[in-house]
């Protein structure tokens, strides 16, 4: 910001610019929208991420970002906890939980093994899903990181582990997103789609 | 979000969501992210939005947002009083300062007159404009409000009320692309309206 732009202002566009796919001008608008707010709104979105950021912790079971010490999903009994879906992020949770369709329970990794990046298997939720396992009554463990170079060798790895445990460790399905097209889709996933095919 | 979420997070992501251009699916990846903050970077968050609501304030000169009464452009001694650049928001002078080229001052209007929105020339900070020039020692006013339909009537509705004071009106030249705002030019454009402005 030019120097003409009163501090506070520029440190408060700052703290946006740091913001996941806020640029410097994005964070230049939102900081001059936080002017416009009212005094009671400006306190309720401060109030918003301080409150967020120390009531909530990590579900003891699946690691899930949650308020008390269970999730609401590892506290619902009505769900199935021989399944597991092992995702990289909570909102991962989000996207699953939209479809209605899935009534396991799930593992948070927090992370994806990357060595590159410095992110080796210790640094990620492993351990605590071993633990899960470890304690029985698990029959299918599903690997549902993304379909990149880090989540198919994460997906990998922890199948590798498992195996020997006895339990049944299955993949998301890749192939054509419902409402997609041949012409759009990558070589990638139309080769998967393909490897994938079932009988009709 | 799903009813999966922790409601402090839902209610992040809602306060997120009310900034302009950021939709619910990006406010929550925001708030996510605030989730993996430090506490410090939290708290430095929300001391920021706290901290430039409280001390920012209006010029007493030109309603520019400022820390104290004067803002630094008001207080500069090497600015040129005679000439007023009048705009709509705050965020346009820093537009114009970054053209390292206008050495006159600024009036910021905090909108433009909309009949149709319920703002009527009262509703915007025309008063004070006028008082500056009841004042004396303005030879120039160059309306600088975006060329957008608002922005043109505002600009013709000023200076009507200015000319017959026996102050030369000058209009940004139309080097700036039509329906486009000012935020978003670059510096030659903004620099080129500036040096071909033509009385009105």
Redesign the interface.
């Known amino acids: 910001?030019?120097?003409?732009?009163?501090?506070?202002?520029v440190?408060?566009a700052?703290?946006f610019a740091?913001?996941?796919?806020?640029g410097m001008?994005?964070a230049?608008?939102?900081?001059?929208?936080?002017?416009s707010?009212t005094?009671e709104?400006?306190?309720?979105?401060?109030?918003?991420?301080?409150?967020?950021?120390?009531?909530?912790k990590c579900c003891t079971e699946c690691q899930?970002?949650?308020?008390g010490d269970v999730?609401?999903?590892c506290g619902d009994d009505t769900r199935d906890k021989g399944t597991i879906c092992v995702v990289e992020?909570?909102?991962d949770?989000?996207a699953f939980?939209?479809t209605n369709e899935y009534k396991g329970v799930y593992h948070v990794l927090h992370g994806l093994i990357s060595p590159l990046d410095g992110v080796t298997p210790d640094k990620i939720r492993l351990k605590e899903l071993l633990a899960r396992i470890g304690n029985g009554g698990v029959e299918e463990v599903i690997m549902a990181t993304n379909p990149t170079v880090e989540g198919e060798a994460t997906a990998m790895y922890i199948s590798k582990l498992l195996k020997p445990l006895g339990v049944k460790v299955t993949r998301l399905a890749f192939g054509l997103p419902i409402g997609g097209t041949l012409e759009y889709a990558d070589e990638v996933t139309l080769f998967k789609a393909l490897e994938n095919r079932n009988e009709i």
Chains 1, 2 share one sequence.
Do not use: W
């Open positions: 910001m030019a120097n003409s732009t009163a501090l506070p202002l440190l408060l700052e703290q740091k913001l996941p796919g806020i001008k994005s230049q608008r939102l900081a001059y929208h936080v002017m707010m005094d709104e400006a306190q309720a979105f401060a109030d918003a991420i301080l409150n967020a950021h120390s009531t909530i899930n970002l949650t308020e999730c609401p999903i992020t909570p909102k949770i989000s939980e939209r």
